[in-house]
């Protein structure tokens, strides 16, 4: 059971959220003009990291408000909270989750 | 290799079980194969398997960084069915039944195979419409289904709560779908691949690849650097990690789906029973344990235990359907980690590296699909060309947008 601090609400249990998948995923700038390539990376294909993950969460059963964390998809550690905007603090280039 | 059978267990017993050969070679690693497979689970053994055996390609590696059959292979239930909406996957996943009903002939390993049906029960009208349609749709593919009342579900499990919450308003049934040996499956592909030339490679990490020209050249593992002419990928769950290393991106995401045991006890449950609406499909094993999975954790992770909130869930669906099983204990629970596509439906075939083949993608749905995935497969990297059963199946098709929008994968919603 991981135990999400929402940035509206505090902590709660998962049960109270659903995930809506990988953050900061940018639409194609001229839609108009993206190739089927584009719109396949857009729409389908993800990083899927073993290790640090930016991901989308909404409080359902609370705030229903949706907001991003930085988590750890092997240990299951949230590392960080953020808004929706906002940009993570927690950086990694090498996939491996490291604490600020 | 000695061959299985009665005979030779008779003669074995009587020299008190020490005489047994040994199931599959431990080879050192060659400098170059022909083909290297990575991934020793069902799909990259039975690939190798089908190389060897009917296409002629016998110099194979198939690499495993854990043990053989260790991953998703052994975590599944055990389920085969051929019960698909669509035609594109009816027709592979038929074909793979029909391997499966003579697999232990083929393989001269006892898998098991207990064609007792696969029922799938609906928890509300609507359901039940959508049902007719499915059941339809599969009889269409030339596949046997057939929708059951209430009074015929009741026939075959006595015990089932029909007026449960969500009150059970019929079902149908895949007679022909049923249930196996998981190990024995992967255990008797690997048995005869290795005895046709196969190099089993256990404890074999692949840590990197080199590339050229759009071709993987070699790959580097925990023991040694390996070349080969042609690459395949066969790993569930860590597939966007090894398409990374030959620059490759996947529509892969990575959850794992949980599944878990009771102690044994006596037959007392003959089909396996799914309920997509309250999510809990059940069977029992040969050796009298109550296999019980459900829906999968829905975030992406690599850990593969799973979280509590599901278990209770899938327990909660189970014992509406089945009370009789409220003093069973739990004997085992753990995750295997799934390699779910966007529409949820496999990527067999060719790549945009010239020489790299993938199976991937098989979501929560991947062992029944085992003979059909090795045997295509091994037919399409030997012709370089998709398997006509595999080309609706190809990368290409999230761009195309010919989406196989299966919901049908693991006979639930998703």
């Known amino acids: 059971m991981l135990r999400i601090k929402c940035p509206w609400c505090g902590v709660r249990d998962q049960t109270d959220f659903q995930f809506g998948g990988e953050s900061h995923i940018a639409r194609p700038e001229t839609p108009e003009h993206a190739s089927d390539a584009e719109w396949a990376n857009y729409l389908y294909f993800r990083k899927n990291p073993k290790g640090l993950h930016y991901e989308r969460w909404v409080h359902s059963y609370g705030c229903r408000q949706w907001f991003n964390i930085a988590r750890d998809t092997l240990t299951h550690e949230i590392i960080e909270v953020y808004k929706m905007g906002e940009q993570p603090s927690t950086r990694s280039d090498t996939g491996k989750a490291n604490k600020k | 290799m000695n061959s299985y059978s009665g005979f030779s267990l008779f003669r074995n017993a009587l020299t008190g079980h020490r005489h047994w050969s040994r199931a599959w070679r431990d080879p050192v690693p060659k400098k170059h194969y022909d083909v290297v497979i990575v991934g020793a689970g069902g799909h990259g053994l039975a690939t190798a398997y089908y190389l060897a055996k009917y296409q002629g390609v016998k110099n194979v590696a198939v690499l495993e960084k854990g043990y053989l059959g260790g991953g998703n292979s052994g975590r599944n239930t055990q389920v085969s069915r051929s019960n698909y909406f669509y035609p594109e996957s009816g027709a592979f996943y038929e074909h793979s039944l029909k391997l499966f009903e003579n697999l232990a002939q083929e393989i001269n390993f006892n898998v098991m195979f207990s064609q007792r049906g696969v029922l799938a029960i609906c928890n509300s009208p609507h ?164 296999v019980i999975g459900g829906g999968a954790d829905l975030y992406n992770s690599y850990a593969q235990r799973g979280g509590l909130p599901v278990q209770h869930e899938n327990m909660e669906a189970l014992l509406e359907l089945l009370p009789i099983f409220s003093r069973l204990r739990l004997m085992r629970q753990w995750a295997g980690v799934c390699d779910m596509t966007p529409d949820v439906s496999p990527i067999v075939g060719k790549t945009p590296i010239d020489n790299l083949y993938i199976s991937t993608g098989w979501g929560t749905g991947g062992y029944k699909a085992i003979p059909a995935g090795g045997d295509t497969l091994a037919h399409t990297m030997v012709h370089d060309q998709a398997h006509d059963l595999l080309k609706p199946f190809q990368l290409d098709r999230f761009e195309t947008g010919h989406l196989i929008d299966e919901g049908a994968a693991s006979g639930v919603a998703h």
């Open chain 2, 127 to 290: 359901e039940m419409e959508l049902y007719r349609r499915w059941a339809n749709a599969i009889q269409m593919n030339g596949i046997d289904s057939k929708i059951l009342s209430r009074e015929g579900i009741k026939k075959l499990i006595p015990h089932i709560n029909l007026d449960c919450r969500f009150p059970v308003y019929g079902g149908f049934i895949q007679k022909r779908g049923g249930i196996s040996r998981h190990d024995a499956v992967t255990w008797g592909y690997a048995r005869q691949a290795s005895a046709a030339g196969v190099d089993i490679i256990q404890q074999c990490e692949v840590v990197g690849m080199d590339s050229s020209d759009s071709r993987v050249t070699t790959v580097h593992t925990t023991r040694g650097t390996i070349a080969a002419d042609k690459f395949a990928l066969c790993v569930a769950g860590h597939s966007s990690q090894l398409a990374a290393m030959a620059g490759l991106r996947l529509p892969i995401t990575s959850i794992p789906l949980q599944a878990m045991v009771t102690e044994p006890v006596r037959p007392i449950l003959h089909t396996c029973l799914v309920s997509a609406h309250i999510h809990v499909y059940v069977s029992q094993s040969d050796r009298g344990e109550i």
